[in-house]
């Protein structure tokens, strides 16, 4: 609750399509905090964009819930599509692991 920002992002894998129409991405916390779009700014790549990098930034309302609610872990979910860079064998396409700024 005293950080001055903070940041989730994610470097997608050159593996991964970015299509907004389909991504449907969704914050979840644990525990559930209700968060509303004023409590976080969200910027994506372009719509079609191969890897690529998102962010969420949660505002000073968004971090005093995440402060108030206590939690203690947040989950991002979204859908890509695979494109013509994906491996296919048994390592798969990893992705980046979230980062704290």
Known sequence: DKL???ILTDNM???LTWESETAN????????VDLAKDDYILTVPANDTKGGTWTIE???AGKEKLAAGKVTSISVTFNTKLNDKATVNKTGNLNDLFQRL
């Open 58 to 60: 949660f505002t000073t």
């Open 13 to 15: 894998s050159e593996a």
């Open 25 to 32: 991405l969704t914050i979840e916390t644990n525990p559930h």
């Open 4 to 6: 001055a920002k903070y």
